[in-house]
């Protein structure tokens, strides 16, 4: 890393702790969130292209940013270049770094992303293509971390989360006892206990059926469920009340990584715009949110990378097509 950019990161910083001073005395958020958040080697036909900011909560909450949205992340990294290479991401779009410790006992993450441009599709690994050596890997927040936010977590609409640990766990209670929204999107269920210790405070409930359709099929309706179904669309549920919302059509696809995030952006900003809380939140509620994160979706396929369609066309450009008629599509 060269002095230039440490020197340019430094006063990164020394702005957002400034930011951090009015959080900690009670200005409210948008969004608080934790989970998975890595640096995203990405290898396009086999030769490292980039790297960036990636993992389904870094980027959900980075976009959200983007699109000038309060967001407050909730990280546990490493005190090394790629830790500080991802903190000056958040600033850089926006967020408020408060709350991400880099630690010098944890290396931060990274994530092999191997792209095949000819068909779009992707791999993740944990180990290095280049030399095999396995790479670092996501580490959750613990309890330092977990009351450090306390003042963010209290404060905050929304209460983002892809994983569970017991400091996330109670990092949701926190949020939820205050009032937040808590949108949930888990990959897996690791810890049954603690999965359905978390289901009785999430609000939104997102997932994919190829993953944890069989495992989810009988929970708790009193939470919104948002059902991926690859390509065909996705589904609405609340309770007896479901919306089947077909994808929408990619003009090109170079890379799909992302598209799943580009849906929770549209649900999350449309739920921000509109003033949605816990109390009265349906599955009519978030069919506008959801439509515009399909539009986010597919335009995105035509780009390298999970924010191709950021890098490329402008958070500005974004933010445009958030604010389309979602009957239009």
Known sequence: M?????????????HNENMGASVRHNQHVDVAGTG????????????LADESLGGSCGNVLLSLAMLNRQ???????GDDVEGEQLVCEFISAGALTHYIHLRADLRSPVLAQELDTASGLHDFSFVCPETSADLPRYQPIGETELEFALPVLTHCSVFYADRLSESILEAMKTAWSAGAVVFFEPSDIDNETMFNEAMKMVSVLKYSVDRLGDRLSD?????????????AGLEVRHGTDAHWCRAVNAPVVLDTCGSGDMVSVGVIDWMISNRIGPDRLTAA???????????????NCAYAGARG???KRGAGYVRRMLREDPSAA
Do not use: K, N
Request: with cysteine.
């Open 2 to 14: 060269s002095v230039r950019w440490r020197s340019t990161h430094r006063d990164l910083m020394v």
């Open 36 to 47: 998975f958040t890595v640096l995203d080697r990405i290898y396009t036909d086999g030769s």
């Open 71 to 77: 967001v407050a992340p909730v990280l546990a990294l």
């Open 219 to 231: 929970i708790s309706p009193r939470c919104i469920r948002i059902v991926t179904h690859g390509a």
């Open 285 to 299: 509620d978030l069919i506008g949110g959801v439509v515009a994160g399909q539009r986010l979706a597919a335009e």
């Open 309 to 311: 369609l950021f890098r």
